[in-house]
């Protein structure tokens, strides 16, 4: 299996200049339009750029300094009913040993979002294209590690909320993504959902979620599957919620539980959040979908509105019935605005990957994949810094 992304690339960037060059031009007389520029550097040190797995006899950990840099274009248009934004953004990686793996295009981002809100119905709609040599950042609830490889993905999101009553709202819901991986299997998932949730007082909502779907897998394996869930969401005091949500899966007639829970403490200068999750996914290049127990953590500590300090630790183990990977990670991050328009960015993650095969097998053996990445950034942004922080403000609330 090969993917064109060359011509994927060209496609997505046509579509995003086309965009940002649209909006603001047809929008101008009805709304307030924005646009801004931002450009960053980054050294990152990567000590196990393919994944291998320790005291393997095939392969040894390889280590390599890389930079990074590269633009982000951003236009929206802001009314009181209707919010469009449009950005695409890319990154060279020049390595500082393995330079067969430069790349010019190394990491794209293409997405688009349209939300549209009245007092009786609101409507979110969102398109986005990755495309990477790190799938490892594709893998949000499973966390497995993938060696650096060139990756995508497609996805696109709507949804539509209907206000049936002042304390009553009805969600219809549709979810697609596709993702590939050079040299591995490629899966395309649609996902239906209807809620309805209603509000018991100013402090409780409960929910009931249906969910609908299947997943295409390239070597020919189709999941359909059905999830049905309730919730609890409550506001202990005006620092301090949590949210509960349980019910069942069918995936070809298999059944497993579905359940979420999180619980967040919000202070005066950042907050603490604990989050379970017990779901299927699928994680990038596998044939099928994997059992998922993921259990993360969030400590951030803003004492000034310029530095932003955040901890994060995340255990996941995922697998099917012939092998299971269990994921330890820490990531470490501190944001520091020295200007305005200017902001630097330390992170430093470890990481360790378990991965234990059924012993009947004849080609059975575990697998421990160490890594460490500790990366510097800085982005200096020019245009409109309105929205920026705003959006800044509202995620340390």
């Known amino acids: 299996m090969t993917i064109d992304f060359r011509t994927a690339g060209r496609d997505v960037l046509a579509i995003a200049i086309a965009a940002i060059l649209f909006v603001p031009g047809t929008a101008q007389a009805q709304g307030q339009t924005y646009g801004r520029v931002s450009g960053s550097i980054e050294q990152l040190y990567d000590s196990n750029l393919f994944a291998a797995p320790e005291n393997s006899p095939f392969a040894t950990p390889q280590s390599d300094w890389i930079t990074r840099l590269g633009p982000l274009f951003e236009a929206g248009y802001e009314s009181q009913p209707l919010n469009v934004k449009v950005s695409y953004g890319f990154d060279a990686e020049k390595y500082q040993d393995l330079v067969e793996l430069d790349d010019a295009f190394a990491r794209q981002n293409a997405a688009t979002s349209l939300n549209y809100r009245r007092q009786t119905f609101a409507a979110e709609l969102t398109g986005e294209f990755v495309r990477t040599q790190s799938p490892t950042d594709l893998n949000v609830e499973t966390l497995r590690f993938v060696g650096r490889s060139p990756a995508q993905r497609i996805a696109s999101s709507e949804a539509f909320t209907f206000n049936l009553s002042p304390v009553t709202k009805l969600t219809l819901a549709h979810l697609f993504n596709r993702d590939s991986l050079v040299g591995a299997e490629t899966s395309a998932a649609n996902e239906a959902r209807v809620g309805l949730a209603r509000q018991l007082s100013g402090r409780t909502t409960v929910r009931g979620d249906y969910k609908l779907g299947y997943t295409d897998f390239s070597n020919g394996r189709e999941e359909r599957f059905h999830v049905g869930t309730v919730g609890l969401a409550h506001a202990l005091t005006s620092m301090l919620d949590f949210e509960v949500n349980g019910g069942v899966r069918s995936t070809l007639g298999d059944i497993d539980p579905e359940l979420s829970a999180q619980m967040r403490q919000r202070m005066q200068h950042g907050g603490v959040a604990v989050r379970y999750v017990q779901t299927r996914e699928t994680t990038i290049g596998g044939g099928a979908s994997l059992q998922v127990r993921r259990v993360s953590g969030e400590v951030n500590y803003t004492p000034t509105r310029a530095i932003a300090f955040t901890v994060t630790p995340a255990r996941a183990s995922s697998g099917g019935t012939l092998s299971r990977d269990v994921v330890y990670i820490v990531d470490i991050q501190?944001?520091?605005?020295?200007?305005?328009?200017?902001?630097?960015?330390?992170?430093?993650?470890?990481?360790?990957?378990?991965?234990?095969?059924?012993?009947?097998?004849?080609?059975?053996?575990?697998?421990?994949?160490?890594?460490?990445?500790?990366s510097l950034k800085t982005v200096v942004t020019l245009g409109a810094l309105e929205r920026e922080r705003e959006d800044a403000e509202t995620e340390t609330r």
């Open 334 to 374: 501190t944001k520091i605005r020295a200007t305005r328009r200017w902001s630097i960015l330390a992170l430093g993650r470890a990481g360790q990957q378990e991965r234990s095969v059924d012993r009947t097998l004849p080609t059975a053996a575990n697998d421990v994949i160490n890594y460490r990445i500790v």
